[in-house]
């Protein structure tokens, strides 16, 4: 397919447009009947099984989904992005987060050099480091040894570790290796979070690790501001160097902050935001709470899928499997949502984590080759764990609107995934029940879903899981063929925001009225003026009274 060709141009596009007529004959409940294309419709590997059999889909959409993956050169884009050619095209990047869990002696290239030295020189030195702080022979500036850490940051550089962290905590050898140890997450510029976090903590115990890829993002710094004059003015401004570390891929301006260079802990353009949970980012903060042999093991789940993404046939291809099924249900069934549902409270963050992976990622209006889409991209995640969800929003899901699930389960856990299916207007009947509410208790069914099932909720589980979801989502992409690792959104945003701290801050200072936008943007930050004019726009710092 030549690239500037938009894939819903191709015959293969075409001839699964033309095929959902006859999908929408079909009903769930008899496809299901059929025990072959149940059985062909489930893979297994490493311990995770995935049924896709609840999808609305026959083994013959298999086959044009299969068609529709080789038009959009899915295994040479697959290889491109492992190969380390620049395939984030609009920044001019490679894309190796798969370098990151990579082992020791593989070989992965970005610009003709190995990256996998300069990854496992990083982990090296977070293990050392970890090891230091955990045994107490790294203390803080009074002699005290760094029980508590926060790390702070936001986006990419939050959500993937909290993710992991929360998960973690069903391991039982996390949970024994975390004894008397805790690990929060600050994040949110408003204050509030900053209280929530340093409450009950002192500096003097407290280890704060900075995590911005670009070392600029607003809310960050503010929150690392604010927690280095929490440090200083409790213990002195010489006790930073003891207490606060860094990671980032920008470490000229880490040192500028005024961290040690050598307290900083590198990763690298090729890894997005959204991807870096594998990187310094993730691993130092969960290592500092659980031991990097916890997290090596997390980093070996990932890496088992990685290794599968790349040499698996497509029919037993995990998250190809996955990724198509996306497509086929954004793209020509016409459900544009996907509800994540673990059937287990520690995934509890696992959904606000994917929706950042996938939403950044694929919430795109042009081709990698900038032609507008003539059809939406991208998918609107969501997701709570079960049984919660079955009590909040499942009700849309069974009898409002159409929204394929993901029901994840763990074998070895208290709660059995719970599938409800359809209930028909006779089945009513003949339970008596009343003619006026036979409507109302009408479940037509018919709703699609895939279980993914893990055998229990350890490091390697989680980080396969992980895995999953971000090849899923970079699938759907090179189908789609958009770039998946770009964000020009989120940085029209961050200038958005930008301009109108400039303007705060100026209206403030030099008392002029607000300028150059829209009556109702006017008018919004004018009473926000009025109504706070005793509060700076843009604090140094937002130390609460506590
Ligand atoms: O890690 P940082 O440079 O601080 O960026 C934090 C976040 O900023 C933006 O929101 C980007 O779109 C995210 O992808 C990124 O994760």
Avoid at 3 to 23: N, R
Avoid at 39 to 58: K, P, W
Avoid at 477 to 487: A, L, P
Wanted: glycine content about 6%.
């Amino acid at each position: 397919m030549a690239s500037s060709k938009l894939i819903s141009d191709t015959e293969q596009w075409k001839e699964l447009k033309a095929h959902v007529a006859d999908i929408k004959k079909t009903h769930l409940r008899d496809l299901l009947c059929d025990d072959a294309r149940s059985r062909a419709m489930m893979v297994e590997f490493d311990g995770i099984l995935l049924d896709y059999s609840r999808q609305q889909a026959t083994l013959e959409t298999v086959g044009k989904l299969f068609k529709l993956a080789e038009a959009s050169s899915l295994k040479q884009k697959i290889d491109r992005m492992y190969n380390g050619d620049h395939i984030n095209s609009t920044e001019n990047r490679s894309v190796l987060h798969v370098a990151l869990r990579a082992p020791r002696d593989a070989v992965i290239q970005s610009d003709g050099k190995n990256v996998v030295p300069e990854v496992w020189k990083v982990l090296d030195k977070i293990k050392e480091f970890s090891e230091r702080v955990r045994s107490g022979s790294w203390v803080g500036a009074t002699g005290k040894q760094l029980k508590d850490v926060v790390a702070i940051g936001i986006g990419g550089s939050f959500l993937g570790p909290l993710f992991v962290h929360t998960a973690l905590q069903t391991d039982p050898e996390a949970a024994e290796s975390s004894r008397g140890r805790q690990l929060r997450f600050l994040a949110n510029v408003d204050p509030i979070d900053v209280a929530r976090n340093i409450t009950g903590l002192n500096p003097e115990t407290t280890l704060v690790v900075v995590v911005s890829k670009t070392f600029t993002t607003a809310e960050t710094m503010l929150n690392a501001r604010t927690l280095r004059e929490w440090i200083s003015s409790a213990l002195g401004p010489s006790a930073v160097a003891k207490h606060m570390v860094a990671v980032s891929t920008n470490l000229t301006l880490v040192e500028k902050f005024g961290i040690d260079p050598n307290n900083a802990f590198a990763f690298w353009d090729w890894v997005g935001g959204r991807y870096s949970v594998c990187s310094a980012v993730g691993v130092l903060p969960l290592s500092l709470q659980y031991g990097f042999p916890v997290i090596e093991k997390f980093l070996k789940g990932a890496s088992s899928i990685d290794q599968h993404v790349r040499s698996e046939p497509f029919e037993r291809n995990i998250p190809v499997l996955l990724g198509l099924f996306s497509v086929w249900n954004v793209s020509f069934l016409g459900y544009p949502a996907r509800a994540i549902l673990p059937y287990s409270q520690a995934l509890e963050k696992l959904a606000p984590h994917i929706q950042q992976v996938s939403m950044e990622s694929n919430g795109k209006g042009v081709s990698i080759d900038g032609v507008p889409l003539p059809f939406e991209a991208g998918e609107i995640d969501f997701g709570e764990p079960g049984t919660n969800g079955q009590h909040s929003f499942y009700q849309l899901i069974h009898q409002g609107r159409v929204i394929p699930c993901d029901f994840i389960g763990v074998v070895k856990s208290q709660q059995p995934v719970y599938l409800k299916g359809e209930v028909t207007p006779e089945q009513l009947q003949k339970e008596n029940v009343p003619s006026h509410l036979v409507a109302h208790k009408t479940f037509t069914g018919n709703r699609p879903s895939v279980s993914i099932l893990l055998p229990s909720l350890n490091a390697y589980n989680i980080g396969q899981l992980l895995a999953i979801y971000e090849h899923r989502v970079a699938v759907q992409g090179f189908i789609w063929n958009i770039n998946s690792f770009d964000q020009w959104g989120v940085e029209l945003g961050k200038s958005l925001a930008t301009q109108v701290r400039k303007q705060l801050n100026a209206s403030r200072t030099k008392k002029e009225s607000i300028q150059g936008f829209n009556f109702s943007t006017t008018s919004l930050l004018t009473r926000y003026l009025q109504a706070s004019a005793d509060v700076p726009a843009d604090p140094p710092t937002r130390l609460p009274q506590i």
